[in-house]
């Protein structure tokens, strides 16, 4: 049982390029989230995902989208990266009302 | 929406003393206060949770306090050792989640030898 799998882990972009990063989960929940965390800071809602085919904006949504045409996978894509997306990004899952389970993080550098 | 106040920003205590962290939160309707540790470059995991029809709970060396009608709730640690130094998060769930959690900007606490 892998639990929460994003990839990649480790990625530098260039001001203006574009890239998706992949979250999957196999314990069939129907909650999906993505969370940045910028240095020394909490963590922020960018993104979340309640079944397939349907996603709605969090805290911190602008200059990212996401898709959820399956149970299991919730890509998010940076379109135009900017410096100020440089975090850490962490995909999560959960059932709802009950413990939300955290990936292993996937550290992003915008040059 | 929710806010998830928490405090101290830096807790420092002695190895053997115990640890409190204290965080309040705004919206009512909250009805699931998990904690998480958040070791260097990991994933935050959790290490306890409580629901709002419950007022403590306690794992071994670990105790949460929720008080519903002041809206907060803390963490405590009792005889702090030195893998418990770590940042620790609270959160708070509205609803039934589909919000996700509310997290608070975290607690880095250091465990002196």
């Known amino acids: 049982n892998a639990g929460v799998t994003q990839t990649p882990k480790f990625r530098i972009l260039k001001i203006g390029q574009s890239m998706t990063l992949q979250c999957t989960q196999d314990?069939?929940?129907?909650?999906m989230y993505w969370y940045r965390q910028d240095p020394g800071m909490g963590l922020k809602l960018i993104y979340y995902?309640?079944?397939?085919?349907?996603?709605d904006k969090g805290e911190v949504p602008n200059g990212y989208n996401v898709s959820r045409s399956t149970t299991e996978d919730f890509p998010l894509r940076l379109e135009l990266a900017a410096p100020s997306q440089t975090s850490v990004y962490f995909c999560?899952?959960?059932?709802?009302?009950?413990?939300?389970?955290f990936g292993e993080g996937s550290w992003l550098t915008v040059v | 929406g929710e806010n998830v106040e928490q405090h101290p920003s830096t807790l420092s205590v002695q190895e053997g003393d115990s640890a409190v962290i204290k965080c309040t939160y705004s919206?009512?309707?909250?009805?699931?206060f998990p904690w998480y540790k958040q070791e260097l470059g990991k994933r935050p995991q959790l290490i306890i949770d409580?629901?709002?029809?419950?007022g403590e709970k306690k794992d071994q060396r670990i105790a949460v306090t929720l008080n519903k009608t002041a809206k907060h709730f803390s963490l405590h640690i009792t005889e702090t050792q030195p893998e418990d130094s770590a940042v620790y998060f609270c959160?708070?769930?509205?609803?039934?989640?589909?919000?996700?959690?509310?997290f608070g900007k975290g607690t880095h606490l250091i465990i002196q030898p």
């Open positions: 409580i629901r709002s029809n419950v």
């Open positions: 959160a708070a769930l509205t609803g039934g989640g589909a919000d996700g959690l509310t």
């Open positions: 999560a899952s959960s059932r709802g009302e009950n413990t939300i389970y």
């Open positions: 314990m069939n929940h129907n909650y």
């Open positions: 995902s309640v079944g397939a085919g349907i996603t």
């Open positions: 919206d009512s309707a909250s009805n699931y």
